[in-house]
């Protein structure tokens, strides 16, 4: 809404499996990847430019923004102008989210994870011991626990067990790759020929600070902003912070 009030044609992209596009997923195979999602970026990207005529402002948070670069960079569109990348990167050797790795072998016995258990159950009791799992997706000092609660219970959407074990590998020192294992996409980063920013929370323990920087440097017309007290900002910023 705020963008539209200042006069932008601001279009929202709902990924497979999320908001509007569940029932479109529900008939289709529940197996889809990161890569799945990449032409769908594309192909929406086109649509999209196709009816306003002109290249678009990209504005990716956490898995969004791994595919602003993602797709960018195996030059799937020639349509974004300009990125901007929140909370995201294709290396997370130090992300929290690996130490949760172990229960992914479990995890693919179901085709799709559902998140309706998890917004009746772990949602309600988050954001009150600030634990660490509270510390994955805000900075407690930044966020009211009434309003994170409210915005965890909302956040969670079926996601494809396919997409997690893509995801996989970008705990890996060389970073995310294609399903098929043969594409490094840190090795393609090169091919991105827009400005993009890349913005880091200081108290991300999804996309570290750290993991940002390491892959803006490798676009070449880049820069990378780091939110926190370390900057000159008044708090510190967790994942979701960043957004909200």
């Not at 709902?14 to 594309?42: C, I, P, Y």
């Not at 172990?102 to 772990?122: E, M, S």
């Not at 966020?143 to 219970?153: G, I, L, N």
């Amino acid at each position: 809404n705020y963008f539209v009030s200042q006069g932008w044609d601001t279009w929202i992209m709902e990924l497979r499996g999320s908001g509007l596009s569940k029932d479109r997923s529900a008939g289709a195979t529940s197996q889809w990847n990161f890569d799945d999602h990449m032409n769908d970026v594309a192909k929406t990207l086109d649509t999209v430019v196709s009816i306003v005529g002109k290249p678009v402002h990209f504005v990716g948070h956490s898995l969004g923004g791994m595919l602003l670069v993602s797709t960018a960079s195996m030059k799937l569109t020639k349509n974004i102008r300009s990125g901007v990348v929140l909370g995201g990167s294709i290396f997370m050797s130090d992300s929290a989210w690996k130490s949760y790795s172990c229960l992914l072998p479990v995890a693919q016995i179901f085709p799709v994870l559902h998140a309706d258990w998890f917004q009746k159950t772990v949602a309600p009791c988050s954001f009150y011991l600030n634990s660490f799992w509270d510390k994955m997706f805000f900075c407690s000092e930044n966020v009211d626990p009434k309003f994170a609660r409210r915005m965890f219970r909302k956040n969670w959407e079926p996601i494809s067990t396919s997409l997690l074990s893509q995801l996989k590998s970008s705990f890996d020192e060389g970073g995310l790759m294609s399903s098929d294992g043969k594409v490094k996409y840190a090795d393609e980063l090169h091919n991105i020929d827009f400005p993009l920013l890349a913005i880091g929370g200081s108290c991300d323990q999804q996309a570290s600070p750290e993991s940002v920087r390491k892959m803006a440097a490798l676009i070449p017309n880049s820069e990378f902003l780091q939110l926190g007290k370390s900057s000159g900002y008044e708090c510190e910023y967790g994942h979701f912070d960043l957004v909200i």
